[in-house]
């Protein structure tokens, strides 16, 4: 049913054998995994030395031939050959019920992107945890706008699934692209496949944060900048962009509509801690449900064993 996309570059053994952890222990058991590790060898942190006690047979380990983020998942992907391609970093980690819920979704929507909330913090027990990943309001937004809340709030890419077809047939992952990449895939998926994408008010799992993961690896990055790759950031500014929008709809969205996505996209990127309009970066931190935080968000985001039993 579902073939799972591990990217790894030297990644922290105990925070992958965690992640892999977290599918294998899943509830719903038809899954592959597909890990592709990009570690150089002047690196000490291979896939293959991580989990050489792992004898789980739905477990491969593939040597990256390429380069970049992008061009490791197009690998992993490459691989398999189930309906659904799941995605998980290598420090994140899923709800043990993630697939048993998407399951019964999947049956019963046939969706071709599924996204969901995550926790955000150094683990699940943290005290100081964050919501990331899921859009208030987002039946105000039209479904062909919708790309546009993610191009200026990401997903969190540890919660998405794609349906194979789907994404094969707008290509995949963008290798001359990394930083930014999953987001310029998500983008081209909802400008595709508005009508079949849908997103699930609840938490899947964890987005850890720590020192060493790949957005904060110098080595890495370097590593992308040398070989050719582009930071797919954004070139125009948020008002911009949203002018652009507005002149390409043909008159068919009242100004009450465009202030209101204006409205709810800026209360979003508000709360984030890179509020600035002149700053191109935004990691969006909202603190989860139940946490005072003083910010704009109010719309309840369901544990999934609330979801799955209430």
Known sequence: MFDVIIP??????????????????QSYSDFQIYICDGTPERLP?????????YTDSRITIIRQTG???????????????????ALL????????????????????KNPKMIWSAVKMGEDENSN?????????????????????????CPLATSSIVFERNA????????EKKFMGEDTDLNVRMLKEFSLDSYQVDAYMGLYRTHPSQTTQNEDHYH???????????????????????????????????WDKLSEVVQNHRIASHN?????????????????????KFSEKIYELKELMEG
């Open 8 to 25: 790894t570059y030297n990644s922290n053994p105990h925070y992958l054998r965690l992640a892999v952890d977290s599918v294998l222990n």
């Open 45 to 53: 942190h291979k896939a293959e030395e991580s989990l050489k006690d």
């Open 67 to 85: 380069i970049g983020p992008s061009n490791a998942r197009n690998e992993a992907l490459s691989k398999g050959n189930n309906p659904y391609v």
């Open 89 to 108: 970093d290598g420090d994140d980690l899923w709800d043990e019920r993630k697939l048993e819920y998407l399951v019964s979704f999947i049956e019963k």
């Open 128 to 152: 100081n945890l964050f919501r990331t990943g899921v859009f208030e309001e987002l039946k105000t937004t039209a479904f062909e706008h919708r790309w546009f809340r993610v191009f200026w």
């Open 167 to 174: 994404l094969v047939s707008i290509g995949a992952w963008d």
């Open 223 to 257: 590593e992308n900048v040398n070989a050719g790759l582009k930071w797919a950031d954004r070139t125009k500014m948020f008002v911009e962009t949203l002018e652009d929008l507005k002149n390409n709809s043909n008159g068919n969205y009242t100004q009450d509509y």
């Open 275 to 295: 509020p600035a309009e002149t700053d191109f970066v935004n990691y969006i931190m909202m603190r989860v449900d139940n946490i005072p935080n003083g910010t």
